[in-house]
């Protein structure tokens, strides 16, 4: 037997994902458990990798099977495809295992053409509804499979109704839907130079090459990039048999949640529309009534599908998404799958579910993204501010969280002035996959048109970006840049504030406050810190930082970064009054009008962090980066500095170096200049003899020196500090212990960890340097490259935002064993960005590091993470 490559609905379960992909794995269960599904077949994810493996062509062995499973479905539904008498048409939607927004629509209606159409006409005994399916047929499949401009068509649309003098589309008779079939048809020929495809078997054939296409669009590698979602995965294909919302006003069609994808509230959450085809409802042309009022219009409907609803929530013990057409009073589902869902609601759900006995903690622990705890901790409205500000108008809080920017209309100019530096907010008609990249990097959303779950609404809630949609008083004018609403003109650079929670809009600038971890949250996050492994510590450089990453948790400071100290007006001057020295001298005497800053700072970090662990990292970027570049502030600074312009300018020049980044630096320094290593040193064992003294806490000091690459030259540096630090102690009279250890992030010094330990009592991984030396690319440079590579497919993900497992991982998990080897209890972390990732997570937990450390927001991600981490390896065993 031949290689399968297409299933019909009854022959999968919700544990195919990875064949069928999410939406066809659960057609299937749904189909297995007797509910109302319209039937029909998916085709294989593998059948989309084989495609591209054929160069992008669908070769005759799917064909033939794609053909031999249609007739098993005209069988089961009792219609023939492309048929006069009783035709079978079917839509066509994507569905990869991952859902992924960014891929091809759906197309509806697929198998009419100008004979097919007719006999729909008279199979139902209603014209109107049969070309109204016809014009909704070619424009969907002009626009998504042949890329036509769906606007053009919408301009058709609307030049018949101004014809008519009419304002919705329900007001266009059978004629009229007949003359936009006719003008629809010239137009795609105008465009394409031939006539529209009429013949069914051809259009199947391309929408199904169409959605193995879109895999593989820029948008859709984006999304996947953002989300870690392998290349090599592919999409499968649903084709389904059409039941017909637009039949008459006892149809209609729907989308619902089983909870309320916004707060989390137990109870049926949705919006449909009478007389309307799936896509009315998700691309937001019109604006659809609550799910609630459906008791009223159709009674029996509404209590079938609460009781499905609450059928699949039970059934997958998760919140649901689910997808219904209503064809003259009878109910089909036509999906269901995990329902995307704010961070709050996630949380909300994830407890309620526990409460109510469905899953237990460690199941609850899995159901949170970990990146989704980002949009709590981000700002809300000052409550004072917002009382006192003037609501312009209302949309659908369509995701929480508050937003304040300057207003833009296009995701160009969103990037554009994403990139000068300046915070926005996106306004929009309606929002469209194309439009990613500006949502990325946009403070909050706001659109026109769109109801609770179109496109923009389930991106941002994605993202933990703040969106307000369906404000239909906005008037949009994209050429002008500008929108009206309540009587204001607001125009392009225009503060404006919008709070997802509420939907309210704000023409001014709202100060928002930040956010605090509590009730849902609070429980949560106890349940995963019972189940993690690893710590997790914050990068700090400022006693604020610290407060806050201690606030959210964080359970001592794995990097402070003692130059962001040097940086302030008071101490730069004692700096390069040292960088400009040309004997030791006159370098100690600079030095020492920095120490009492520098300890002053390591107390307030050590007080911060209540007796955590806080380990300091001595002097590390290259000495130039202190002095000036600008001719005019050289000139200054050699006056404030008593020598004269040109001596500066030796100065610079001296230290000017054609590779910084592997240069004059890190430790390099201190084997230079001992005196530097001398006054940190100081710094550090003062301020923490005097915090001990007070009594409060008993503190440790963790010095880390950087850029270590030969033993030899760790033991050096440790030399002064040891000698240093052990004098200091001796005349306080207090006994007091520290370490001293090391940042792993040149591969020499992860390739002879073994040697390295006999010196470093903790390894610390700076997996950014790390991965810049490993890859041999610089960070800042990598940019105007990297996307290139992604296009070709050679990296699917950034290195420096998610950790290189096969090749920068396997020099942190050798470093690991040979430190281990050496001295067994030696301490492990990593404190690189990749620390707050995920993925990056989970492999420390694997690799078993003690310790992970990230900026203060994403502490709560890396906790969590953490957790998963453990869980995950406890259910593997």
């Known amino acids: 037997m031949s290689h399968k490559y297409v299933y019909l609905f009854s022959e999968g379960n919700k544990d195919m994902r990875e064949l069928l992909g999410g939406k066809g794995a659960n057609l299937a269960e749904m189909t297995r458990a007797g509910m109302p599904v319209p039937q029909g077949f998916t085709i294989s994810t593998e059948a989309c990798t084989q495609y591209y493996t054929d160069g992008r062509q669908i070769n005759d062995d799917i064909q033939a099977e794609i053909y031999e499973y249609l007739g098993k479905m005209e069988e089961i539904c009792g219609k023939k495809f492309a048929d006069p008498e009783n035709p079978l048409l079917v839509s066509v939607r994507s569905g990869a295992r991952a859902s992924m927004p960014g891929m091809m629509d759906t197309i509806l209606n697929l198998g009419l053409n100008d004979v097919v159409v007719e006999g729909l006409a008279k199979f139902t005994n209603n014209p109107r509804f049969a070309y109204d399916s016809y014009r909704r047929f070619i424009q969907m499949f002009s626009d998504v499979v042949m890329e036509l401009s769906k606007k053009r068509f919408e301009e058709i649309i609307d030049a018949k109704k101004a014809e008519k003098g009419v304002k919705m589309d329900t007001e266009l008779d059978t004629e009229d839907m007949k003359d936009l079939v006719k003008r629809f048809k010239a137009f795609y020929k105008e465009e394409k130079g031939e006539d529209f495809p009429s013949e069914p078997k051809v259009q199947l054939m391309e929408a199904v090459k169409a959605v193995f296409r879109s895999w593989d669009n820029p948008r859709a590698n984006v999304y996947r990039r953002m989300n870690e979602i392998p290349y090599d995965w592919g999409t499968a294909v649903n084709v389904q048999a059409m039941v017909f919302g637009n039949s008459g006003d006892k149809s209609g069609t729907g989308v619902a949640f089983t909870r309320n994808p916004a707060t989390g509230e137990k109870a049926l959450f949705g919006e449909y529309l009478i007389n309307a085809q799936g896509e009315d409802v998700v691309a937001g042309v019109r604006t659809p009534s609550p799910i609630s009022q459906l008791k009223n219009d159709m009674p029996e409907v509404y209590q079938q599908f609460s009781e499905i609803a609450d059928r699949l929530e039970k059934h997958y013990k998760d919140m649901q998404d689910m ?483 096969k090749g920068v991982g396997k020099l942190v998990k050798m470093a690991a064993e040979l430190g281990r080897k050496t001295r067994p209890d030696i301490h492990l972390g990593i404190c690189g960005e990749h620390g707050g990732d995920p993925t990056s997570v989970e492999f420390c937990h694997n690799v078993g590091l003690n310790y992970v450390s990230c900026s203060p927001f994403r502490v709560p991600i890396a906790r969590l993470a953490a957790a998963q981490a453990a869980v995950k390896e406890k259910r593997a065993k």
């Open 323 to 805: 997808e219904f057409t209503i064809e003259n009073g009878k109910l089909y589902m036509l999906q269901t799958r995990n329902g995307k869902r704010t961070a709050a609601a996630a949380l909300k759900v994830a407890v309620d579910l526990v409460d109510e006995g469905m899953i237990d903690e460690e199941e609850a622990v899995l159901r949170v993204e970990p990146k989704q705890l980002d949009s709590l901790l981000h700002p809300q409205f000052d409550g004072n501010a917002v009382k006192s500000a003037k609501v312009i108008g209302k949309g659908l809080a369509a995701s929480p969280g508050a937003a304040c920017g300057k207003v833009v209309f296009s995701a160009e100019d969103a990037k554009e002035w994403h990139d000068r530096g300046e915070k926005i907010v996106l306004v929009r008609l309606e929002t469209s996959p194309e439009d990613i990249e500006g949502m990325v990097v946009a403070e909050g959303i706001l659109t026109v048109r769109g109801g609770m779950t179109s496109h923009a609404a389930v991106v941002a809630r994605g993202m933990g970006t703040c969106c307000v949609s369906g404000c239909g008083d906005i008037v949009v004018d994209y050429d002008k840049k500008q929108f009206t609403l309540g009587g204001l003109t607001i125009k392009e650079g225009d503060y404006i504030s919008i709070d997802g929670s509420t939907g309210n809009i704000y023409a001014e600038a709202i100060p928002t406050v930040a956010a605090s971890i509590s009730g849902d949250f609070g429980r949560f996050m106890a349940w995963a810190d019972k189940y993690r492994k690893l710590e997790v510590y914050t990068n700090a450089d400022t006693p604020r930082d610290a407060k806050q990453g201690r606030s959210f948790g964080a359970q001592g400071i794995g990097l402070c970064r003692t130059e962001h100290m040097f940086f302030e007006e008071s101490r730069i001057k004692a700096m390069r009054e040292m960088i400009v020295a040309d004997n030791t001298e006159d370098r100690k005497k600079a030095l020492a009008k920095i120490m009492p800053y520098q300890q002053g700072d390591f107390e307030g970090l050590y007080e911060a962090m209540e007796g955590c662990p806080v380990t300091i990292r001595f002097l590390d970027p290259p000495l130039h980066e202190f002095l000036p570049t600008k001719e005019e502030d050289i000139q200054e600074i050699a006056g404030e500095l008593g020598i004269t312009v040109q001596r500066l300018h030796e100065v610079i020049d001296s230290l000017h170096e054609f590779n910084p980044m592997m240069g004059h630096r890190g430790c390099r320094l201190a084997v230079s200049y001992p005196e530097i290593a001398e006054m940190q040193t100081t710094a550090v064992i003062n301020a923490a003899i005097n915090v001990t003294k007070k009594g409060k806490y008993n503190i440790k000091p963790l010095i880390m020196i950087p850029l270590v690459g030969e033993v030899k030259e760790l033991k050096y540096v440790k030399d002064v500090v040891v000698e240093t630090a052990d004098r200091i102690i001796k005349e306080s009279g207090i006994s007091m212990e520290y370490e001293v250890g090391t940042m792993i992030e040149i591969p020499r010094a992860a390739l002879t960890a073994d040697e390295i330990a006999e010196e470093a009592e903790f390894f610390s991984f700076g997996t950014n340097d790390l991965t810049q030396m490993t890859f041999g690319f610089s960070r800042d440079d990598a940019g105007k490259f990297l996307d290139y590579y992604y296009e070709k497919k050679i990296y699917e993900s950034d290195p420096f935002a998610h950790l290189d497992q």
